[in-house]
């Protein structure tokens, strides 16, 4: 897996596979002189060599999406799904029409990665679809406790439906990881919805935390990698490790810490 690219790196790729491709169509398609069929074989071999330099490069979509839906990058179901994604969006992607290829795949990993998660969890289309929903407005403010009134009308559904969406959203998490550590972290936690954590959890990791709250939650239950908080908080990866641990630090030394890692371990 290689870092991912720059605009201007990935544009310096397109022409390359452009021309590896078309030279690829013509050596099948048409009878070539011996100089010819050379020349036309290096600029498909520098084509496919531009092509593998933009897949390794893009590799990292894979990773962020499955760990986004809180799963770890370990899952080879969700793997392989993620990985499709990217080469069909290499095998599809024009590189004619401008736009960038990391944001192309990105759609292409995103619907593999939550097609398997779908049929995983034994999930309809719409049923995904609402429950994904529910995820983005749960992220979009960690500190809150939604009740299902609240719910039901920013998903414009009914209280019944949106007490169904809420069950198979949980339904959902329980079905990623056994236990949850605050010690651990990212490497051993489950995701848990804080709208379903008691208030008393809240308000001692909110008074322990302060402003690091969101992304210690975040951190705690694998919502998102230390690179995407940090990007999503607009520091480096090395100062949010130093956010988290003051915060980890915060945790174990509290008056607390026994009650707060039991709840932990329940998760």
């Known amino acids: 897996m290689l870092k991912p690219l720059s605009v201007d790196e990935e544009r310096a790729l397109l022409p390359l596979i452009t021309r590896g491709r078309e030279a690829a169509r013509q050596l099948e398609d048409e009878p070539l002189d011996p100089s010819v069929r050379r020349d036309l074989r290096r600029e498909r071999e520098e084509g496919q060599r531009a092509e593998s330099t933009l897949l390794r490069a893009t590799c990292g979509l894979v990773r ?52 398997a998660i779908r049929q995983q969890a034994g999930l309809t289309e719409s049923e995904m679809e609402d429950v994904l929903r529910l995820q983005k ?11 299902l009134k609240e719910i039901a009308l920013a998903l414009g559904v009914s209280p ?79 100062a949010m490790s130093k956010r988290l641990e003051k915060s980890r630090r915060a945790v174990r030394e509290s008056a607390e810490a026994q009650r707060l890692q039991e709840w932990f371990d329940a998760q």
Request: charged share 30%.
């Open 64 to 115: 962020a999406r499955v760990l986004e839906r809180g799963y770890r990058f370990g899952d080879e179901e969700l793997e392989a799904a993620g990985v499709e994604g990217l080469v069909n969006a290499l095998n599809r992607f024009d590189p004619a029409k401008g736009n960038r290829f990391s944001t192309y795949a990105n759609y292409w990993i995103t619907k593999l990665v939550n097609q």
């Open 137 to 147: 407005l749960l992220r979009g403010d960690l500190a809150k406790r939604f009740s």
């Open 160 to 238: 019944t439906k949106a007490r169904d969406i809420v069950q198979m959203n949980r339904d959902l998490v329980n079905r990623r990881f056994e236990s949850g550590d605050f010690e651990r972290g990212v490497e051993g936690t489950a995701p848990v919805d804080v709208n379903e954590a008691p208030k008393w959890v809240i308000e001692e990791l909110r008074r322990l935390c302060g402003d690091n709250f969101d992304a210690f939650w975040q951190y705690a239950f694998r919502t998102m990698s230390i690179e995407e908080i940090a990007k999503s908080h607009g520091i480096s990866r090395q």
